[in-house]
């Protein structure tokens, strides 16, 4: 066999090199880290929907994250991730990945989920202001898409029961969630929670999903204190049986809109609204508040007894007091009133 001339190795050793050198520029910024976030909380990537890789570029140069900004631009291009418009979303990054595998995460468009509180709101215009912080979509489109005559007329609710739709709870979703996303996502847990056997229990008191859920959010406002509210659902459950009118205090707080109302007043009983359940027989036309399972679970397991009136008690219990017979309740609301005004409250 021929010797090789040294000369030849000599020029295969150096095309080796240069071709190692080339692969060491080329590929190394892939496997180096990416992200040096100085902070121990994870780097989060918000990238808005229509961005292309000059937008992203801009934004992590802007919040000063990138170990090696030239390296990242080349990885971008081998890994073909420099485009007109890439997806769009919520990204969250450590400081242990790699460039490959910050790149690769953001070109599959396999963004993180976003953790959705839905709670403690009174109407849809304040539920729309509370969700669109969890979404690229602003509070605006958010309740112009809930208003929309066809989209009510599709889930069978109008502006005051819309928010029944809404059990309340935490739900992972993605920040590009789009406002009838969220709806049908709504749809589906409402529907899960209303289970047959949740709807037979309050079928035996002829109430519909949407009525239960309004005398839930009553219930809600009249105690915190959650083992009593069973109980005060069979209230208001036994005054609809014998054809009271539920005089629930927070619905004329709801009607006023006077929501800072310490004590309620005979001038506030008459201020006329649907929700005003002093003047108007029956549950009102939507919830007053988004009620919390507990008091979901009050109404669908409402306690059976012979209590048509409750009082809260004198003292800072946030407790009440029942009664079956009016005589006995008028000498209870004595009691709390004489307490408020021993306390200053008018």
């Known amino acids: 066999m021929p010797r090789i001339p040294k000369k030849i190795i000599i020029v295969i050793v150096f095309i080796i090199l240069i071709m190692f050198i080339l ?12 992200i040096k976030n100085e902070k121990e909380n994870p780097y989060i990537l918000f990238i808005p929907s229509g961005s292309g ?4 570029f801009q934004i992590l140069t ?13 990885s971008a291009k081998l890994l073909k991730y420099i485009k007109e418009e ?27 989920p976003v953790n959705v509180v839905v709670n403690n709101v009174r109407t849809i215009e304040d539920l729309a202001g509370k969700i669109d912080e969890y979404f690229e979509v602003d509070s605006l ?10 989209i009510q007329q599709e889930y069978k609710v109008n502006d005051e029961t819309l928010m029944t739709l809404f059990i309340p709870n935490t739900y992972q979703m993605f920040w590009t969630t789009k406002p009838e996303k969220l709806l049908e996502r709504m749809k589906k847990e409402h ?5 047959q056997a949740n709807l037979d229990k309050i079928k035996k008191w002829n109430l519909s999903p949407i009525q239960a859920y309004t005398l839930a959010s009553i219930v809600e406002k009249e105690s915190n204190y959650k083992p009593e509210r069973p109980a005060i659902a069979g209230v208001y459950l036994n005054r609809i049986q014998q054809g009271m009118k539920l005089q629930a205090d927070p619905t004329v707080v709801f009607a006023t809109g006077q929501y800072d109302l310490k004590r309620v007043l005979y001038s506030h009983l008459e201020y006329d609204s649907p929700y005003n359940t002093y003047m108007y027989e029956g549950i009102p036309p939507g919830p007053i508040y988004m009620p919390s ?23 800072n219990s946030g407790q009440h007091v029942f009664a079956s017979t009016l005589q006995e309740h008028n000498k209870n609301a004595e009691l709390f009133s004489n307490w408020l005004n021993s306390i200053g409250i008018k």
């Open 86 to 112: 890439v997806p769009p979303g919520k990204y969250i990054f450590n400081n242990t990945q790699s460039t490959k595998e910050v790149i690769s995460k953001l070109r599959s468009g396999n963004q993180d």
């Open 191 to 195: 529907d899960k929670f209303w289970t």
């Open 23 to 34: 692969a060491y520029y080329l590929l190394h910024p892939l496997f180096e880290t990416a």
């Open 141 to 150: 489109t958010i309740l112009e898409y809930f208003k929309q005559p066809e």
């Open 53 to 56: 890789f000059d937008d992203v």
């Open 62 to 74: 802007r919040d000063s994250v990138l170990q090696n900004p030239s390296g990242f631009i080349k």
């Open 293 to 315: 399972i507990s008091s979901l679970e009050a109404v669908i397991n409402a306690e059976k007894h012979n209590y048509i009136f409750f009082c809260a008690k004198a003292d």
